[in-house]
């Protein structure tokens, strides 16, 4: 499996269950990957809120804007959203 795929992914326990979600960093980098599809203005908001409630997490979302080659793109909004 490609690590674009199996990179961020937590395992949650719900109702007894164990199921599999992104964590928010790689839920944000999804949505500047997918940024044509949902709009820029989701992928904006995102990473806006994600730098308000994680900020601490930068050098994980950096790895993971690495892995998914999205790294120099993302670099502006990071910047933009300090």
Same mark, same amino acid.
């Given at each position: 499996?490609?690590?674009?795929?199996? $990179?961020?992914?937590?395992?949650?326990?719900?109702?007894?269950?164990?199921?599999?979600?992104?964590?928010?960093?790689? $839920?944000?980098?999804?949505?500047? *990957?997918?940024?044509? *599809?949902?709009?820029?203005?989701?992928?904006?908001?995102?990473?806006?809120?994600?730098?308000?409630?994680?900020?601490?997490?930068?050098?994980?979302?950096? *790895?993971?804007?690495?892995?998914?080659?999205?790294?120099?793109?993302?670099?502006?909004?990071?910047?933009? $959203?300090?």
């Amino acid at each position: 499996t490609a690590p674009s795929f199996t $990179t961020g992914i937590e395992v949650q326990t719900i109702d007894g269950v164990p199921v599999r979600i992104y964590d928010p960093e790689k $839920t944000v980098l999804d949505c500047f *990957k997918y940024r044509n *599809k949902i709009g820029i203005s989701i992928a904006i908001e995102s990473i806006r809120l994600w730098r308000q409630k994680r900020p601490q997490k930068l050098n994980v979302f950096l *790895k993971y804007a690495r892995i998914l080659r999205i790294e120099k793109l993302i670099h502006p909004y990071l910047e933009s $959203t300090q």
